[in-house]
């Protein structure tokens, strides 16, 4: 399979993670928190659109509601592809990962 | 913060976010910012909110350039030279194009200027919006055809003050026109007017120097434009300075006014203070009068007030000071908006004329639009009549993969191309144009550009129009060429847009031939005006207007002067000229029958020479005469009007009202302009006292006999410049309007015939050349010259047929319509009509025919070799 970008990977876990309620907005208060940086709007927008292209995502509208104006959210959910990409991703990182501490790099600073 | 107030972030920045973020149709992207706004507004208030929304739309501005903006930068540059190269390829087609352009455009803006202008009138008063002008209308007195009259009483502006607290202020003004002013030796007329205290208030007239509050207080001030000032004292200090009004008054000099601008209703050059008129007990009595309509109330309002209910208060406070002026004259006062008044208003006794028309701008603007619309026929007509040209290049792109929005945006960017060095070369020429053009409409306009962002304003929307509307239906026909016929060069199908571009050439040039008729009836109408016998005589007259009331006494002794030198033939005085009496009286008749009437009169106080000397037909009873002492006291002559109104089978010695009994009838002559019927009209004697004296000379030696009339009225009347004027340039003054109008409909139909002209040229050399193998075909075959040429115009003739057909009916309906300004008009005939064919069918062929000839004539070998 091919790689995802780092962003795209970091989505497509905050979409997993958000389950029923993974629209844009908190998505982007995921990344905020686990990442520290400030992401733009756009810097979401962007992988979410390429992982829907892909396949890996799939959205659909909600209800209009009154805090946004009257205007629907639109709500992203995994695909079984994407569910499979994020099993990959995982296996590949772990297996990357096998044996080293987060200690002993820490100590080569 | 309760749950339901909901704070929404700034609207513009959402409308860029949005058009960053094209969301599908949902605009979920942009709520997304909203919730997220909300979230920052409860947390960190409105402001911070604000801050982080704009930064969020920054921070999204690089990325939307990245992903949309920068291919299509690439493209455009493309696109543009492209654009430029074909341009250079194809002059003939460039030029023809661009021509029709710029005179398309060169016009629109002229004419956009002048609207604008026209439209400006009195917006330059910071109150504008809420100050009104009381006028009051008369129903039932139609004399003229108007019954509204612009004055207002002279108390009105201060009883509504005290009346109404709703009136937030009120001022009056008076006329004070042609005015003899004098300072030590310098003396000018001047119009100006009485304006009272609030004056200054209401309206916005700048003071250089002086206290607006107070110049206007005292009796005996005045406040002089700066114009005016430069023209009496060179290097003085006018403040306190005395002048002398009329001989009569000395004011001393308060004020010093910024001069009144052009787009002014109120053109004056002083305003003496109101107090002033007040000094004098019988002005102050005109003034208290509540039917005296002579002067100009204008009234500010707060914003939007009802008018109408304004209307019935003021008729309210005026029933209840002047109960039976109201009931007796049936006056109803009404507002009319500060803004109105120029284009709006065309009142008896209005303080100046307002020589504009609401209709005549409209019919401008309108005009100058399907100019540009003509031009933008063209652009459409040859960009799609070379299609053939460009088929390759459409198939090739298409076949890399371009898209059908993105070769639609690049014959959209070629129009606009060809459509900017016009509108650039368009706005010089209307640069260069500008001084001829503000003579021809009398206005004093200016380009500024940099001043009035307006302006350029809509001078982008002007070029994005004609850009939009010229280049829009030949990007959509073009960018649907089917690549696959182009490039299997099987495109020859030349029946594709011939249809829709021979509707577009039928609606250029219906245009045209409407515009040609209408020009043709107008300047019939205007031929008849002048030239129709109107009852009197008017050649070899000139007319002195007698200002001074002392002079006028002396008449006696200036005609007997006057008649001294050899080249005047004859002399007399009146009132009025036959050409234009305007005064109007209500004498109450007592009938054959012994009922009384009150009849609306037009009245003229004439020389005993009065009817000789204009020739006007006597065709009952006898003239003025120094053998009836009484005929001074009690002699009228009437019209046949007048008797016939008055049921009189025998008007001869009849008792009119106190006049007089009548002692001749007239003739009916046209005493007002065409547009009036002929009304009634009486004749007294009073030689003395009038204002216009009417010399007869000889057609020779005519500046030295001008000189001693000169010398003659400074004889009697030196403090007063003397004013002439030849009575036939007065009559035809009277058709001023009519003839501009006729001038500026031969310009437009002039510049509408010429660009279809040049439109049709270039289609006729694109059809040659499409019908090249067609034309050597037939030549090879024995087809002569004249045939080819038949041939290829014989599609224009059908063309104009149909377009005749077209403009026939509107041309009628209208012009129907405009003569009906007119009492005494011409029959519309047939003349007009065909004329206008003829005229469009002679020009287009000899422009298309240059081109047909052309190809009739060519060697048939070139055109079958080259396969």
Redesign the interface.
């Given at each position: 399979m091919k790689f995802l970008s780092r962003p795209e990977e970091l989505v497509l876990l905050a979409v997993w993670r958000l389950k029923e309620n993974a629209?844009?907005?908190p998505i982007?208060r995921q990344l905020v928190k686990s990442t520290g940086h400030d992401w733009?709007?756009?810097a979401v927008?962007?992988p979410l659109d390429r992982l829907e292209k892909k396949g890996l995502l799939e959205s659909y509208?909600s209800e209009p509601t009154?805090?946004?104006?009257g205007?629907?959210?639109?709500i992203y959910r995994l695909t079984p592809s994407g569910i499979m990409a994020l099993i990959d991703i995982k296996t590949i990182s772990d297996e990357v990962w096998e044996g080293i501490p987060l200690k002993s790099l820490k100590e080569e600073l | 913060m309760t749950k339901k107030e909901f704070k929404n972030p700034p609207k513009f920045a959402e409308w860029i976010l949005s058009c960053f973020y094209p969301d599908r149709g949902y605009l979920t992207s942009v709520a997304d910012f909203r919730e997220e706004y909300l979230e920052v507004y409860q947390s960190s208030g409105p402001f911070k909110a604000n801050l982080w929304y704009w930064k969020q739309v920054a921070r999204s501005l690089p990325g939307f350039i990245r992903n949309k903006g920068h291919w299509n930068i690439v493209m455009i540059d493309n696109y543009l030279k492209i654009a430029i190269r074909n341009i250079k390829r194809n002059k003939t087609f460039s030029f023809v194009n661009m021509v029709g352009l710029i005179v398309g455009m060169t016009c629109f803006i002229l004419v956009v200027l002048f609207v604008r202008y026209e439209l400006s009138y009195d917006t330059f008063n910071g109150k504008a919006d809420a100050i009104y002008r009381i006028y009051a209308e008369f129903p039932g007195v139609e004399h003229l055809g108007r019954s509204s009259f612009g004055g207002s009483p002279g108390v009105m502006a201060q009883t509504l003050m005290d009346e109404l607290p709703e009136v937030v202020s009120a001022t009056k003004i008076g006329r004070h026109s042609n005015t003899l002013i004098k300072y030590r030796d310098k003396a000018f007329y001047e119009n100006g007017i009485y304006a009272d205290e609030n004056f200054l208030h209401v309206f916005t007239f700048p003071l250089i120097q002086g206290d607006p509050g107070k110049a206007l207080n005292d009796p005996f001030s005045v406040i002089i434009s700066q114009t005016l000032a430069e023209k009496l004292f060179d290097h003085e200090n006018p403040i306190g300075k005395t002048l002398n009004f009329d001989r009569q008054f000395d004011l001393k000099i308060t004020g010093i006014l910024k001069d009144v601008p052009d787009n002014s209703h109120l053109q004056f050059s002083f305003m003496v203070s109101f107090a002033t008129l007040t000094v004098n007990k019988r002005a102050l009595e005109s003034i208290n009068h509540w039917d005296a309509y002579m002067y100009f109330t204008y009234i500010v309002l707060p914003e939007n007030y009802e008018l109408k209910e304004m209307e019935r208060k003021i008729s309210v406070v005026a029933n209840k000071y002047a109960r039976e002026i109201m009931e007796l004259d049936g006056t109803i006062y009404r507002l009319q908006p500060l803004k109105k008044i120029h284009l709006h208003s065309n009142f008896n006794n209005e303080i100046a004329v307002n020589n504009s028309d609401i209709k005549y701008i409209y019919l401008f603007a309108v005009l100058g639009f399907v100019i540009l619309v003509i031009a933008c026929i063209n652009n459409m007509n040859l960009t799609t009549a070379r299609a053939s040209k460009r088929a390759k290049e459409i198939g090739i792109r298409k076949v890399i993969g371009t898209k059908k929005e993105q070769l639609f945006t690049q014959f959209i960017i070629e129009s606009f191309a060809l459509i900017v060095i016009s509108s650039f070369i368009a706005l010089v020429w209307a640069g260069c144009l500008l001084q001829w053009f503000r003579g021809f409409v009398n206005r004093d306009i200016e380009i500024d550009l940099f001043q009035n962002m307006d302006l350029m304003a809509l001078l982008v929307g002007i070029v994005f129009f004609t850009g939009l509307l010229s280049g829009s239906y030949p990007a959509l026909f073009l960018s649907s060429f089917r690549p696959i016929n182009i490039l299997k060069g099987n495109y020859n199908s030349p029946s594709k847009g011939t249809k829709f571009r021979n509707i577009l050439v039928i609606t250029q040039f219906s245009v045209s031939i409407i515009l040609i008729a209408v020009t043709l009836i107008v300047f019939n109408q205007i031929k008849f005006m002048m030239t129709a016998d109107v009852g009197y005589k008017k050649d070899h007259i000139v007319v002195l207007k007698v200002r001074d009331p002392e002079a006028r006494q002396q008449y006696t002794a200036i005609k007997y002067r006057l008649l001294q030198h050899k080249n005047v033939t004859s002399a007399t005085s009146s009132s009025y000229l036959p050409s234009e009496v305007l005064n109007q009286r209500t004498p109450t008749i007592k009938l054959d029958n012994g009922q009384e009437v009150r009849i609306s009169i037009a009245e003229v106080m004439a020389d005993y020479n009065y009817l000789d000397f204009f020739q006007i037909k006597l065709i009952r009873g006898r003239n003025f005469s120094k053998e009836f002492s009484t005929d001074e006291k009690e002699a009228v002559i009437i019209n046949e009007t007048a008797a016939e109104q008055l049921g009189w089978e025998e008007p001869l010695g009849k008792d009119f009202h106190d006049y007089g009994k009548v002692i001749g009838v007239v003739r009916d002559f046209h005493f007002l302009s065409f547009h009036h019927r002929i009304k009634p009209m009486v004749f007294k004697l009073s030689p003395n006292n009038n204002f216009f004296i009417s010399v007869k000379i000889k057609s020779t030696e005519i500046p030295e006999t001008i000189a001693y009339l000169n010398r003659v009225f400074d004889e009697f009347s030196a403090d007063h410049p003397f004013i002439y004027e030849f009575f036939d340039e007065l009559y035809y003054r009277q058709y001023q309007s009519e003839r501009q109008l006729g001038s500026l409909l031969g310009y437009l139909a002039g510049l509408s015939i010429f660009i279809a002209c040049f439109g049709s040229f270039g289609l006729a050399l694109f059809e040659a050349e499409r019908k090249t193998k067609e034309i050597g075909i037939r030549k090879t075959l024995g087809a002569s010259v004249s045939h080819i040429a038949r041939m290829l115009s014989r599609e224009y003739i059908k063309l104009f047929v149909i377009s005749s057909l077209i403009a026939y009916p509107v041309v009628y309906i209208c012009m129907t319509q405009w003569l009906q300004n007119y009492a005494y008009r011409i029959n519309i005939g047939w003349l007009p009509f065909v004329g206008a064919t003829v005229i469009a069918i002679v020009l287009a062929l000899l422009t298309v025919s240059f081109q047909t000839l052309r190809a009739a004539n060519a060697n048939p070998v070139d055109f079958l070799r080259y396969e």
């Open positions: 629209y844009c907005v982007r733009s709007f756009g927008y962007d509208l009154a805090k946004r104006g205007k629907r959210k639109r | -």
